[in-house]
């Protein structure tokens, strides 16, 4: 039977860590996961009385379906509101996700060929979405010298003559690298420069270390911003498949870009009705859960830095992960872990990360997390 390019290059056999992750668990051992960031498997879940009854409200509400192809209207200026409406309800698409709005955004600025630009170490996900879209992924550097800020300079250098977009993952995924409000502005004067636009994804912007507010591209003068963000991670919602887009910058550009979105969108009407519905309560009353869920981000993130005292570490200034450099092949280092351990972690090459790395998310029971960074710090100090 034939199937297309994209199917067989998506088809992989799993490799050696997997493979012993699985003999692992055939064997009833205990393995500690430091690769999966959901933290609804360790206990923190949005409070489930609460939830249903806002559920119960939101479906009354969408009993009678009458879509919008931008989403619905409340949820739209819910979504303002949380920034303070910097970002109009008119100029926000709701999407099943953040995964969703990447696609909708490549396939609204590229064509099979053309060139996203996006950070290294960069997150696996990207080259799946590329591919379904048939566009190829350009890197720009992040310098772990300087907490993995955006190397400027040589972003500038990777923009060619099909370069469609420049993505920015703040907090970033898996380094920590919250960008500054200095280096946005940077960014967006070679945005305008080359007239590209920015696809800042700031799904972990609720989780930040040492300061207030995130500093946001759609505030800066770039020409065109898409800011991506959902539920997933800011409420601990995955399942409900909440996200959206906002589109800011040049009067001319937004309104584009709307027409084109509104068109995608109302393609698939892809996202629950009652889960739309369910968006304005959940920023309302979700408040006193989230400010919880933060601090045990924040806690457990401090743990994790306390095992690894002496350790080769850029500490993390935002979302769930840490990257720690090593003196040993990270491939030997990451099975040696699982195999003695019974700690997942990943090699940095995932990430593409050179040289020798380990990256692991802190999202962890407390005694697992000591448990598991102890090991990882010994392994570290060798």
């Not at 034939?2 to 699985?22: C, G, M, Q, T």
Request: aromatic share 10%.
């Amino acid at each position: 039977m034939h199937f297309s390019l994209v199917a067989e290059s998506l088809a992989a056999s799993k490799n050696p860590l997997y493979l012993l992750r699985d003999e692992l668990n055939h064997e009833g051992s205990t393995v500690i996961d430091l690769v999966r960031g959901n933290v609804n498997g360790h206990g923190i879940v949005f409070p489930q009385d609460l939830f249903n009854r806002i559920l119960d409200d939101a479906a009354e509400s969408a009993r009678v379906y009458r879509p919008d192809s931008f989403g619905q209207l409340p949820a739209r200026e819910a979504v303002a509101s949380y920034y303070e409406g910097l970002i109009p309800s008119n100029q926000i698409v709701i999407t099943p996700g953040t995964s969703v709005s990447y696609w909708y955004c490549f396939k609204l600025l590229a064509e099979p060929g053309d060139e996203i630009l996006t950070p290294q170490p960069s997150y696996p996900l990207f080259d799946y979405i590329a591919r379904l879209c048939g566009v190829t992924l350009t890197t720009y550097a992040l310098d772990e010298s300087e907490g993995w800020a955006i190397d400027l300079e040589h972003l500038e250098r990777q923009i060619g003559s099909r370069t469609r977009a420049i993505v920015l993952i703040s907090p970033h995924n898996p380094t920590g690298m919250v960008a500054s409000i200095e280096q946005l502005h940077e960014l967006a004067g070679i945005a305008g420069r080359y007239e590209i636009p920015i696809i800042s994804d700031e799904v972990f912007s609720e989780f930040l270390f040492g300061r207030d507010t995130l500093p946001r591209p759609a505030f800066t003068d770039a020409p065109l911003v898409f800011t991506l963000n959902g539920f997933s991670k800011m409420f601990a919602l995955p399942g409900m498949k909440i996200g959206w887009i906002g589109v800011t910058g040049e009067d001319h550009l937004v309104e584009k870009t709307l027409s084109a979105l509104e068109l995608i969108s109302d393609t698939f009407l892809p996202v629950n009705e009652t889960a739309q519905f369910a968006v304005p309560q959940i920023f309302a009353k979700g408040q006193p859960f989230l400010d919880r869920y933060r601090q045990w981000i924040a806690n457990s993130r401090n743990v994790a830095l306390q095992c690894l005292t002496g350790c080769d570490v850029v500490h993390p200034a935002g979302g769930f992960y840490i990257t720690a450099r090593l003196s040993t092949d990270e491939d030997r280092a990451a099975l040696q872990l699982l195999r003695d351990d019974g700690v997942l972690v990943h090699p940095g090459y995932y990430y593409d990360i050179v040289p020798d790395h380990l990256v692991m998310t802190f999202i962890q029971e407390q005694l697992n997390l000591r448990k598991a960074y102890t090991a990882i710090a010994q392994l570290c100090r060798q």
